[in-house]
């Protein structure tokens, strides 16, 4: 039976689950920033470190781990640089004392530079070659992006759990219909053909190596999504800076996969429904006990007044000229 919480997961048990795969450890422990799940580095006797990662319990079915570390390891298997679990004993998941667990091989490097064309075009190359093996089948037992699952179940929990002050409700409720109204219908007209995704690709989750380039990591939200979703997270700075940056990540892309330009009109939609699922996420979590220390910004007032400004200002984007490109 999975442990309901983390409560249990201290240094000895994680060493403890590490050695039960045949490793012996040097006692060297290193939290990583991970909030989701727990993931940390561990030394080993004679060898290079190992990543270890305790999925949050009851998040995912181990169908759905199976999933990521099999999208992951075929990735991998065609020399993509993608951090996969390894596989100890014939198995990617491990299990002890009632949690459950993946290792990798630790992998260095730093984010990449948002405005280094040359990296950006390394980077849609490397996205191109990912979305030709996503694009082969769909995830199964794993999410699909929609609106209901992006806006709809986070501000149904927000508002069913008080989390948003009772003066600012009404206009909270006025933009997420509001967004759900236009997002469905644009949606409903672009029709995107779905692929299976990294999911949460920004630059925290892609590891520049000075001498082998990119490596992708962290496939832990990889679903199926619009092609598009594993790069628009790339962008950042103002409209004209985004544009130009979308240019060359689409300038690598398209050396190995087609892209359909009609999902640009999705870049802003996008973009908002990460804004609400974000909040309904930390909302979801404000139990754990690592998270009110993390985001001591979160659930204020102060929090939900900007919150409907970035969502106010949202719509305001997206009644002007559409994403497009020189």
Not at 151 to 158: G, Q
Not at 174 to 197: D, H, Q, Y
Not at 214 to 224: A, I, M, S, T
Not at 275 to 293: E, I, N, Q
């Amino acid at each position: 039976m999975l442990h309901p919480n983390y409560d249990n997961l201290t240094p000895d048990l994680i060493i403890n689950a590490v050695e039960s795969l045949g490793f012996i450890a040097d006692m060297r422990f290193f939290p990583l920033n991970s909030y989701e799940n727990r993931v940390n580095q561990i030394g080993i006797d004679d060898g290079e470190p190992v990543i270890v990662k305790f999925y949050r319990p009851s998040r995912w079915s181990d169908e759905a781990i199976l999933e990521e570390h099999a999208y992951s390891r075929d990735l991998a298997n065609l020399e993509l640089p993608a951090v996969a679990p390894l596989q100890v004993k014939g198995r990617t998941l491990h299990y002890f004392q009632g949690y459950r667990f993946a290792a990798f091989r630790r992998q260095g490097g730093q984010a990449p530079e948002p405005n280094d064309f040359d990296q950006l075009v390394w980077l849609g190359r490397l996205l191109g070659r990912l979305h030709k093996v996503g694009g082969t089948t769909l995830f199964t037992a794993r999410p699909t992006l929609t609106i209901e699952r992006m806006i709809s179940e986070p501000s149904n929990y927000l508002l069913s759990r008080n989390f948003i002050p009772s003066h600012l409700i009404p206009a909270y409720k006025n933009l997420i219909n509001e967004v759900t109204e236009r997002f469905r219908s644009l949606f409903n007209a672009i029709t995107p053909s779905l692929i299976r995704c990294h999911g949460d690709c920004h630059i925290a989750n892609i590891l520049w190596h000075r001498e082998t380039g990119p490596w992708f990591v962290d496939f832990d939200d990889c679903q199926n999504a619009p092609a598009v979703q594993d790069l628009w997270m790339l962008l950042s700075g103002s409209r004209h800076e985004q544009i130009a940056q979308f240019s060359e990540i689409l300038a690598g892309y398209e050396e190995f996969h087609d892209f359909d330009r009609r999902e640009l009109q999705l870049i802003e939609p996008l973009r908002t429904m990460r804004m609400v699922y974000y909040s309904g996420w930390l909302a979801r979590r404000w139990d754990d006990p690592a998270f009110p220390p993390n985001f001591p910004w979160f659930n204020t007032e102060h929090y939900w007044q900007s919150h409907i400004s970035e969502l106010q200002e949202q719509l305001f984007i997206l009644d002007d000229e559409p994403f497009r490109l020189f």
